[in-house]
Every structure is written in structure tokens, then in C-alpha cells.
């Protein structure tokens, strides 16, 4: 006896079925698709990211353009004017697949999350949600040095591992946060040294996400 197919019943559907057609528009998870949007909300926030950020799959908005690539990180309003990234923990409108091939999550989007747009270019201070370790977001490392070894050291200790690459990074990335997360003397630029180093040892940008994010995680930023 054929065995026969039917839609399942469910007592809501009609209810659903009107909502679904009232909808004004429809949102998703980036994250939970595995990507990250950045929303470029103006003309200028467009060609700042043509100028810096790399070329990925685009979707036209109403105000400008999302920028998707392939990656998590955690999500952050306002990270420059007409910018914000959408990921974890956020919503993102959905306007259709989009042009053009996704690239992977690039260091330079990761790093975007961890500025503030409020302070001025070429030094940028970690920000979280709350001051931790009674430090205020006061740098007590007051000697430029101090953190430019750290980091040095940092990348020495990538660029020498020969095995076990990824959890180098890892405890790498969590030394270094350990130190400065919560200080304020990282910056963008101390970020992409460190990423640098990794995939120069065949670490993908995703790779290297992931592990600046787990050990965020883990030391409570």
C-alpha cells in the first residue's frame, strides 16, 4: 500500500499566513546564517568601504548598501558614521541574495567592533559594556613600549609555532586580551598584526575571528 503525503496540520497557519502577507519586510540572523552584514547607510559610508574594506557580495538598501561576508563576530552600532555591523545577536533586513562572490570575514571588519568612532583616528579604545577589573578603561601601562613588546612578542609566538597553529593563536590572542583588553591600548592597527601573523601560518580570516572572539568570551569582554 503507497504510503500517502499530506501537509501537516497546524492550528495557527491561517494566522500565519495573513501575517506573513501584511509584513512590511523581513528580518534575519546573520549570525545564525553564518555571516556578517556591514550596513552602509550613506553615500559616503559606500566609498569609505570601496576604499578599505574588501570587495564581497553587496545588496542594494534603501539608504545605501549591505556588505555581507562569510563569519561571525559579535554585532556593533554605530562603529563609524552610516555604519554598523550585523551579526551575532542581531537583525538584519532581508533584501534578497545579493551581487557578486562572498568573501571571508576580513580582520578589518573584526577590527571595527572593537574601536570607538568617538575618538579620534589612528588610536581607538576597546569598548565594553561595563568597566571591568576596577580599571575604568584607564591604561595603566602608561609606557608606549610595554604594549609594543607585547605585541612583538605576540607575533613572535605565532610566527615560531610549527604545530597546533590554531591553538597558538588562540592562546596568543588570550594573553594578549588578558593584558590590554580592558585598558584601552589596542587599536585597530594592533589587531591586524596579529591576524597577520596567523594567516601568514595558514589561518584563514575566519579562523582568526573566531578565535579573537572565543577569547573575548572567555575573559568576560
Not at 605576540?154 to 594573553?175: D, M, P, W
Request: aromatic share 6%; proline share 7%; glycine share 10%.
Amino acid at each position: 500500500m503507497g504510503r500517502r503525503h499530506h501537509r501537516p496540520e497546524h492550528p495557527q497557519l491561517p494566522q500565519w499566513q495573513t501575517a506573513w502577507g501584511q509584513a512590511a519586510a523581513v528580518a534575519y540572523h546573520p549570525g545564525g546564517a553564518g555571516v556578517t552584514v556591514v550596513d552602509l547607510d550613506s553615500a559616503a559610508a559606500i566609498a569609505w568601504a570601496r576604499e578599505t574594506l574588501p570587495a564581497t557580495r553587496t545588496v542594494p538598501t534603501t539608504r545605501g548598501e549591505h556588505w555581507l561576508y562569510e563569519g561571525t563576530m559579535p554585532s556593533a552600532n554605530a562603529v563609524r558614521p552610516g555604519v554598523d555591523v550585523k551579526s551575532l545577536m542581531a537583525y538584519a533586513r532581508w533584501l534578497g541574495w545579493g551581487n557578486g562572490t562572498m568573501a571571508a570575514l576580513p580582520a578589518s571588519v573584526r577590527a571595527l567592533a572593537l574601536t570607538d568612532p568617538r575618538r579620534p583616528a589612528g588610536r581607538h579604545r576597546l569598548v565594553f559594556s561595563a568597566p571591568l577589573g576596577g580599571q575604568s578603561g584607564q591604561c595603566p601601562h602608561r609606557t608606549p613600549v610595554f604594549l609594543a613588546r607585547g605585541i612583538a612578542m605576540a607575533e613572535q609566538s605565532i610566527t615560531g609555532a610549527r604545530e597546533a597553529v590554531h591553538a597558538t593563536v588562540y592562546r596568543t590572542f588570550l594573553a594578549v586580551l588578558s593584558t590590554h583588553g580592558r585598558c584601552g591600548c589596542l587599536t585597530d592597527t594592533h589587531v591586524a598584526r596579529l591576524f597577520t601573523a596567523a594567516q601568514a601560518k595558514g589561518e584563514t580570516p575566519r579562523h582568526c575571528t573566531d578565535a579573537w572572539t572565543n577569547a573575548l568570551t572567555t575573559l568576560g569582554l
